[in-house]
């Protein structure tokens, strides 16, 4: 695999899929509702408005809320970025500190509106969500076999798919990743957001890789020696080794998935998987070592990321040459890579809700 590698070359878990079909054909075929998992307590000086939007991005809304409160950019936070080429419905913080609530009603139009709007006490930093869910619509759906089809979907329900990173993570013909190679190399990059966003797409390159030459090997599903594996519903990991063994009582839990498998987010320290497991990852990450080294020299700790992604209270239905998907999805998580595993030459566009 190069190292301009694109997704459509990562390892299937269920085989290339041999249906076609295309997403996105109009914004209402993606719509995303974030799930927070918790609500505003009611007081605080902070404002959290739940806002749904149609063909705007994130970053768009947030400058718009900025300038009716008459703040910085800096005062207004979400917990997740959401597409542009969908209908979403995401929670907004707007700091406020003993200021009167400004009429945000000027935002609102066919595209924008203000669905509820509460105090809190504490900001709404990123990634303080618990997931997504999703309503898909694949358009011109071609099943060349309908039982295999339905037998797919069936074992992703059931089983999951690679919990990849899309395409939009590295940029136009994998921009971001020569970005964060040459900002290694000694470019200096003063935009924090663009250096963010090469950081993460570095280590996001390096997570597909491991997690693809997992499954390649056939063992995206099963536990070896020096596995690293993941509490479910935490980002808490404990190492396969003699004081955690690969006995009965293991096994029964990663069968329950109470624990699952997963790859290295690259970073500092010592890689916590060990034995056959980590001769694995360190191979996959063997022609990487300037994205490594450059990782670990911005000063990023090693962590991991499940292998697999198992869309919970999954369900399709099917209406001529539409196929209707609605899941929910942990926050880090992308739909794409749901869809990926379903059908071939479907437009993505930039599935970013996390």
């Known amino acids: 695999m190069t190292a301009t590698s694109g997704i459509g070359e990562w390892h299937y878990l269920h085989g290339e899929p041999t249906a076609t079909g295309r997403l996105k054909t109009v914004p209402e075929d993606f719509k995303v509702r974030e799930d927070l998992g918790f609500a505003p307590c009611g007081e605080g000086e902070h404002i959290l408005l739940y806002i749904r939007k149609r063909g705007q991005n994130t970053q768009w809304i947030a400058r718009e ?93 059931a089983r999951g798919v690679p919990n990849y990173y899309g395409d939009q993570r590295f940029g136009h013909h994998f921009g971001n990743l020569d970005q964060a190679r040459a900002m290694f190399n000694g470019r200096k990059i003063k935009d924090r957001n663009k250096r963010s966003m090469y950081l993460s797409a570095a280590r996001s390159y390096l997570f597909n890789l491991a997690a693809s030459q997992r499954l390649s090997a056939g063992l995206g599903e099963q536990l070896m020696a020096g596995d690293c594996l993941m509490l479910a519903g935490t980002q808490s990991f404990f190492t396969i080794n003699d004081d955690n063994p690969l006995d009965d009582a293991l096994q029964a839990r990663f069968d329950s998935g109470d624990v699952r498998l997963s790859a290295p987010m690259w970073g500092r320290g010592r890689l916590p998987s060990i ?18 080294d450059g990782l670990e020299n911005q000063g990023l700790k090693q962590e991991r990321r499940p292998l697999l992604l198992k869309p919970q209270e999954m369900s399709w239905q099917f209406n001529g040459d539409r196929l209707s998907l609605s899941f929910w999805l942990p926050a880090g998580s992308y739909a794409t890579s749901v869809v990926r595993e379903l059908v071939k030459e479907a437009e993505l566009h930039e599935d970013i809700s996390e």
Do not use: M, Y
């Open 65 to 157: 809320l900025a300038r009716v409160a008459g703040v910085t950019q800096r005062e207004v936070t979400w917990a997740g970025l959401k597409d542009r080429h969908a209908v979403t419905e995401q929670w907004f913080g707007v700091h406020l500190p003993g200021k009167a609530e400004p009429d945000f009603s000027s935002l609102e139009n066919g595209d924008v509106q203000i669905l509820a709007r509460a105090r809190h006490n504490k900001k709404l930093k990123i990634g303080a969500l618990k997931g997504n869910w999703f309503e898909l619509v694949v358009n011109e759906l071609v099943v060349s076999d309908p039982e295999e089809f339905e037998h797919r979907l069936i074992a992703i329900q």
């Open 275 to 292: 034995e056959a497991a980590a001769e694995l990852e360190l191979a996959a990450l063997s022609e990487q070592k300037d994205l490594c």
